[in-house]
C-alpha cells in the first residue's frame, strides 16, 4: 500500500470515530507506518497497527499544539512529550506539565533531545502558507531544520512532513538529503489534496536518524 492509499485509509479511520480534528495527523502518520513497514491487511486493524507503532515507545511532537497527537499516540501505550507555543494550558491539562514544554520548535532539543525517544514527529514546521509576524527575520527552512534535528539522540527514528497541506513547502529535498546530520534516510511522495479549491500537492515526507 502507497502512502496515498494509506493515509486514505487512515482518514476514514478519523472521520469513522469522530475524531476529525487528527486529520492533519494522517499523512505523518500514514509515514511512520510505511517506514516501519507496518501495513493493514484484513486480519490486521488500523488500531493494531497503531498499536505496534506506539506501544511502549516515547513519542514525541515537535510543535504539538494542543496535544491532540500525542492523546492518540498514549492511547496506544505510549509515553509522550511535545513542545508548543499554541494550545500550552490545553496540552499540559490533558499530559501534565512535566510532558508539555513551552518552547518553539527552534528551541524543542533543550528540552526533547534529554528524553532520548523513540519516536519524533515534525509535522507542517515548513508549510508555506503559516504566517511570519513583522517582527521576525526571514524564514530559513535549513537552519530550523539543523535546529529541530537537535531534538533526537542517536536512536530516535524522526519522522519529518515538512507541509501537509496544498500550499507547499519551504525545505526543498536537497535540504534533507545533503544534509551530513541524516541517515537511514528513506523519502516517499504523497498527493495532498485536503483543501479542495487548492490544486494538490506531491509532497515529500522523510522517516531518518540523526548522527
Do not use: W
Not at 7 to 23: K, M
Not at 118 to 136: C, W
Not at 138 to 155: H, V, Y
Request: a positive charge; aromatic letters at 10%.
Amino acid at each position: 500500500m502507497d502512502i496515498s492509499s494509506l493515509r486514505r485509509e487512515i482518514s476514514y479511520y478519523f472521520v469513522d470515530n469522530s475524531q476529525p480534528a487528527l486529520l492533519t495527523y494522517s499523512l505523518p502518520l500514514a509515514l511512520a507506518l510505511k517506514s516501519e513497514e507496518i501495513t493493514p491487511t484484513p486480519n490486521v486493524t488500523l488500531e493494531k497497527c497503531f498499536e505496534q507503532l506506539f506501544k511502549g515507545k516515547r513519542v514525541g511532537d515537535i510543535g504539538c499544539r494542543t496535544g491532540l497527537f500525542l492523546k492518540f499516540a498514549r492511547s496506544f501505550g505510549a509515553e509522550v512529550y511535545g513542545t508548543t507555543g499554541r494550545g500550552l494550558e490545553e496540552a499540559k491539562k490533558e499530559h501534565g506539565a512535566k510532558h508539555i514544554f513551552n518552547a518553539e520548535a527552534s528551541d524543542a532539543a533543550r528540552h526533547l533531545r534529554p528524553l532520548n525517544l523513540d519516536l519524533l514527529f515534525s509535522v507542517n514546521l515548513f508549510n508555506t502558507g503559516r504566517l511570519q509576524k513583522p517582527s521576525e527575520p526571514p524564514f530559513d527552512a535549513p537552519k530550523l531544520l539543523n535546529k529541530i534535528l537537535d531534538a533526537a539522540s542517536p536512536q530516535t527514528k524522526f519522522f519529518l512532513a515538512p507541509a501537509t497541506e496544498p500550499t507547499g513547502s519551504s525545505l526543498r529535498e536537497a535540504h534533507v538529503t545533503s544534509n551530513p546530520r541524516i541517515h537511514e534516510l528513506k523519502h516517499y511522495h504523497a498527493i495532498i489534496d485536503n483543501q479542495p479549491n487548492l490544486k494538490p500537492l506531491q509532497g515529500k515526507l522523510y522517516s531518518f536518524r540523526v548522527r
